[in-house]
């Protein structure tokens, strides 16, 4: 009896000594133990630092020698695949574009929810102008999940008949030959009240094989591969009060009336482009 109890006693003695031990409610996941918070320097601000690992995929190196960047084939993740970028005069600058880039959420800080797509990319813009040419734009674009494919100039999907209205004072696009091309707009730092004209690139009318265009700001161009039939660079001129160049896709139900339809779009672009006076 003796030896039981002094076993006893050390046991209780042990446990008063470690002091209660934390516990899980049943059915909870247990928390990760959290390193003690650094010392702070005086005067300094304390920056919170959540206990979890923010769900935040590091931006992928953008390979602009592949034919598919993005492939087209297989399903999208739920995050945007974009990248964006800031131009130096004369200095080439390469991005990547979703094929989900709406490109009438242009200026906003998230896409429209109610058209299933993703922002678009966005280049800052030396001040004071000047024209943008594209030296490569690679990939493709799936239609209605994967089904038809297109490059950058466009396809066929859904009867290749582009009508798009304006949506966010950014002007809808019209093309009756071509449908899910890429596509740009000029921005300064807030959308235009009322949008521009839309511009027609059908055959009949202006055409994709311009030497050189000059769009308004808010008004949504064709851009394609950046080149013309017989495969000189395009120039694009810079609009007065012009800050950022927007890239994405004119996309809509049928590819007619408002923006939309976003969301069953595949693959996406690599661009390399220049900002040129």
Known sequence: MRTVRAVVISVVSLAA??????????GARPQPQQ??????????????????????????????TSDLPIDPGKPMPRHSLSTDATLALGVPASAMIDGRADIFS????????????????RLTLVPNGGYITFSS?????GCAGAGEQAGADGGTCAGGDTDILAANGIAGIVDHQRTQF?????????NPVRPPARLDFSDAAQGTSFAELSPALGQTFFIGDGTTRSGLQQRFVIPPGATRLYLGFADAFSFQGPPGAYSDNTGGLSVTLTQAR
């Open 17 to 26: 000594a470690c002091g209660p031990r934390p516990t899980t409610p049943v």
């Open 35 to 64: 390193p003690p918070p650094a010392a702070r320097a005086p005067g300094t601000t304390a920056v919170y630092a959540p206990p979890w690992t923010p769900d935040v995929k590091p931006a992928a190196p953008i390979d602009t």
């Open 106 to 121: 242009a200026n906003l800080g998230a896409p429209d929810p109610g058209r299933g797509g993703r922002l678009p990319v």
């Open 137 to 141: 734009v690679k990939g493709k674009v």
């Open 182 to 190: 890429l596509v740009g707009v000029f921005l300064g730092n807030a």
